[in-house]
T-cell receptor, first 115, second 117 residues
Framework: DQQVKQNSPSLSVQEGRISILNCDYTNSMFDYFLWYKKYPAEGPTFLIS?????DKNEDGRFTVFLNKSAKHLSLHIVPSQPGDSAVYFCAASARSSGSARQLTFGSGTQLTVLP | DTEVTQTPKHLVMGMTNKKSLKCEQH?????MYWYKQKAKKPPELMFVYSYEKLSINESVPSRFSPECPNSSLLNLHLHALQPEDSALYLC????????????????FGPGTRLTVL
């Protein structure tokens, strides 16, 4: 059962326009969400995160929105640049009774920004 | 500095070989992780170390043996692997929150591309 879903495997956007990547989750215990960007043959690079006590977090061109009632989050990139072309992973974390917290990743969305 | 380094970058090994993957971080993080990633799939957690002690083993076969010799280093010893173990092996680290919970932002290394023949 996939607890974190990215239903769009790919997205193409024109340079300068907005890119919107979506992520849905099913586990209501998730309270922290992250977006990672991954180039081929490299490790994921942390982009931006949001706690469940917020509904928006912004860092430069990147903004993450969280809709807890819909169990949905999105990453907005504006303006999009060709260097943003990569696979974007959504990840979620839940408090657990033990000391460890694990990240649950979505399947990723390949973003292509066209010049 | 949010750098996690991994060596080697690429590794090709036979099914009877013994090899080790290495990971290092100097961010003062006290939690370190091993993930396995197959092509076009998300990373899958294998092991978690917290304060140099193994805290999570996600039912990983014993042919993978992790080791955390100190707070900056994490090794993954490989023995008698199968071709289906070929994947990108990622190391990550994070802070450990007060009261024992792992902090949420994990920083990843570039990975080791492993091919088992």
């Amino acid at each position: 059962d996939q607890q974190v879903k990215q239903n769009s495997p790919s997205l193409s956007v024109q340079e300068g326009r907005i890119s919107i990547l979506n992520c849905d989750y099913t586990n209501s215990m998730f309270d922290y969400f992250l977006w990672y960007k991954k180039y081929p043959a490299e490790g994921p690079t942390f982009l931006i995160s949001i706690s469940s006590i917020k509904d928006k977090n912004e860092d430069g061109r990147f903004t993450v929105f969280l809709n807890k009632s819909a169990k949905h989050l999105s990453l907005h990139i504006v303006p999009s640049q060709p260097g943003d072309s990569a696979v974007y992973f959504c990840a979620a974390s839940a408090r657990s009774s033990g000391s460890a917290r694990q990240l649950t990743f979505g399947s990723g969305t390949q973003l292509t920004v066209l010049p | 500095d949010t750098e996690v380094t991994q060596t080697p970058k690429h590794l090709v090994m036979g099914m009877t070989n013994k090899k080790s993957l290495k990971c290092e971080q100097h961010m003062g993080h006290r939690a370190m992780y091993w993930y396995k990633q197959k092509a076009k799939k998300p990373p899958e957690l294998m092991f978690v170390y917290s304060y140099e002690k193994l805290s999570i083993n996600e039912s990983v076969p014993s042919r993978f043996s992790p080791e955390c010799p100190n707070s900056s280093l994490l090794n993954l010893h490989l023995h008698a692997l199968q071709p289906e173990d070929s994947a990108l092996y990622l190391c990550a680290s994070s802070q450990v929150k007060v009261a024992g919970g792992l902090a949420d932002t994990q920083y990843f290394g570039p990975g080791t591309r492993l091919t088992v023949l």
